[in-house]
């Protein structure tokens, strides 16, 4: 699924989608996704389908709801997966010709409404070996204050972010929660494990202080 592909008459499945790409005379390879058509000229590169961060209709942040709200003690961490919604961009070389979303698209208002910004939204259970899905997050909670903590959510900064892949599996960098009040969001940009591909070179986000 996610990584190069050969610029030849093939079907390209993804998740819910299909891409298909049919031969042209004049050295040209027609994809065709939906109602999208781009008619591409070969060249020594293939075509790239690699996993983008669920920016949606232009969000920066997705909120993810936890199903169970978890306690942690104090001075201690906590560290395990949460599923998450991705989008898919497909290239041509370094050129995006098609972006697309996967699944069912949620979004919810994240503080208040006189004040508050549109996040891509998702419930997730908290895992403690990688998920069953198609997009995954793997969250540290860090405790660093002397009181119980409880989370319930995270809102993770996505905006421009790096995402790392496996042949079957989309992952976002690495997110640290800090419970300090205001609760402190760090996508750190790290690849969540060394084995893994990525889309582009990785930066850290800058932080972002959850009030809600």
């Known amino acids: ?3 190069e592909h050969e610029l030849k008459t093939q079907f390209i499945k993804i998740l819910d989608k299909k891409i298909h790409l049919v031969e042209k005379p004049g050295d040209t390879v027609l994809y065709r996704r939906d109602e999208v058509r781009v008619l591409i000229k070969r060249s020594e590169n293939g ?3 690699l996993p983008a961060p669920a920016e949606g209709y232009g969000v920066r942040f997705l909120m993810i709801k936890l199903q169970e709200k978890i306690a942690v003690p104090p001075k201690d961490r906590l560290t395990g ?3 998450a919604p991705i989008d898919i961009t497909v290239r041509s070389g370094g050129t995006e010709i098609d972006r697309f979303v996967v699944g069912r698209e949620k979004y919810a208002l ?9 996040a891509r939204y998702h419930t997730s259970g ?9 997009g995954v997050v793997k969250l540290i909670i860090n405790n660093p204050t002397g009181d119980w ?3 319930e959510k995270v809102v993770i900064p996505i905006k421009g972010s790096a995402m790392f892949y496996s042949k079957d599996k ?3 960098p690495l997110v640290v929660l800090t419970t300090r009040e205001p609760y402190e969001v760090n996508n750190t940009g790290n690849p969540p494990d060394g084995t893994l591909g990525k889309t582009h070179e990785a930066e850290p986000i800058p932080n972002f202080r959850m009030r809600w």
Do not use: H, N, Q
Not at 126 to 134: G, H, I, K, N, S
């Open 1 to 3: 699924m996610f990584g």
């Open 47 to 49: 075509l790239f389908v």
């Open 81 to 83: 997966y949460l599923s």
């Open 110 to 118: 994240y503080g208040r409404i006189t004040s508050g910004v549109i």
């Open 126 to 134: 908290f895992y403690t070996e990688v998920p069953e899905a198609p």
């Open 149 to 151: 903590k409880l989370v």
């Open 170 to 172: 989309a992952y976002y």
